[in-house]
């Protein structure tokens, strides 16, 4: 199992999205406070529809509250590292670290921990990808080099 970790998330409806992408992965959310949002917010819930009750959430009080409860190798999204995700070690129970909508993680984070700081390729000139979008993208290639595991792989026609 992976662990996505929000570190300060913003937007509800990027939470709520990433919150029915780990439904259907299978991977924990982490989610660190300050939240730019109540919980209960419509909007996290629309956004997660009615998968919440699949995921596996956590809510911590701040970085060192979730540090002390979740031992691991921790990965680190953000635009300003030099390696790609895809050459990244990810490794089951890891946890994988992406940053608020605005400001993404922390420099002072990033530079501690620079050689697992990883980043999605853009073309020159875009600031960012959506969180959600980032989350979705590291997850599911993490997962296909694990031959996708445990999850079901083929669909099949309903009106036949």
Same mark, same amino acid.
């Given at each position: 199992m992976y662990n996505i970790v929000l570190l300060e998330p913003e937007i509800p409806n990027n939470t709520?999205?990433?919150?029915?992408?780990?439904?259907?992965?299978?991977?924990?959310?982490?989610?660190?406070?300050?939240?730019?949002f109540e919980i209960t917010d419509k909007h996290l819930k629309r956004a997660g529809l009615d998968? #919440?009750?699949f995921a596996k959430v956590s809510i911590y009080e701040n +970085?060192?509250?979730?540090? !002390?409860?979740?031992?691991?190798? =921790?990965?680190?999204?953000?635009?300003?590292a030099s390696k790609v995700y895809s050459d990244m070690p990810f490794s089951d129970n890891c946890y994988i670290f992406f940053g608020k909508e605005t400001k993404g993680l922390p420099e002072r984070l990033l530079k501690e921990n620079?050689?697992?700081? #990883?980043?999605?390729?853009?073309?020159?000139?875009?600031?960012? +990808?959506?969180?959600?979008? !980032?989350?979705?993208?590291?997850? =599911?290639?993490?997962?296909?080099?694990?031959g996708f595991e445990k999850m079901q792989i083929k669909g099949k026609l309903t009106e036949v």
């Open positions: 709520g999205n990433i919150i029915r992408t780990c439904a259907a992965t299978g991977a924990k959310l982490h989610l660190i406070k300050p939240l730019g998968y #919440f009750e +970085l060192e509250d979730f540090k !002390s409860k979740n031992k691991g190798e =921790y990965f680190f999204s953000s635009t300003k620079y050689d697992r700081a #990883f980043r999605i390729p853009m073309l020159e000139g875009i600031r960012s +990808l959506n969180l959600a979008n !980032s989350v979705a993208i590291v997850i =599911y290639d993490a997962l296909r080099r694990k």
